[in-house]
């Protein structure tokens, strides 16, 4: 079982930046592809980034490629979601997720709470 809580979300204004944060437990984290979805009110949950085992493949959803990187440091059992340029449609809450299969699209074996974020324009 592994657990995942996710902190860096907030308020931000359009054009700034956040670093999301995800802390694992409970589990072997280099077994897990990770990822970070996210779920705006009203609409699905969206795939929009996700990290190889060893963290040298990472894959974005086109509507943050350029704009995002998401890295892992297997030490720490923790993953990151740097975010800049961030627009109005970004807002969301943001959950982290580990998965056995599939370093990208929605699917998961385990996922955090989640954290809030809030573009203004």
Not at 45 to 73: K, L, N, P, Q, W
Not at 88 to 108: L, S
């Amino acid at each position: 079982q592994v657990q995942l809580v996710e902190s860096g979300g907030g308020l931000v204004q359009t054009g700034g930046s956040l670093r999301l944060s995800c802390a694992a437990s409970g589990g072997t984290f280099n077994m897990y592809y990770m990822k970070w979805l996210r779920q705006a009110p009203g609409k699905e949950r969206e795939f929009v980034a996700g990290i190889s085992r060893g963290g040298g493949s990472a894959y974005y959803a086109d509507s943050v490629r350029g704009r995002s990187t998401i890295s892992r440091d297997n030490a720490k059992n923790t993953v990151y979601l740097q975010m800049n340029s961030l627009k109005p449609e970004d807002t969301a809450v943001y959950y982290c997720a580990a998965a056995r299969t599939g370093v990208v699209g929605n699917g998961y074996d385990y996922w955090g709470q989640g954290t809030q974020v809030t573009v203004s324009s």
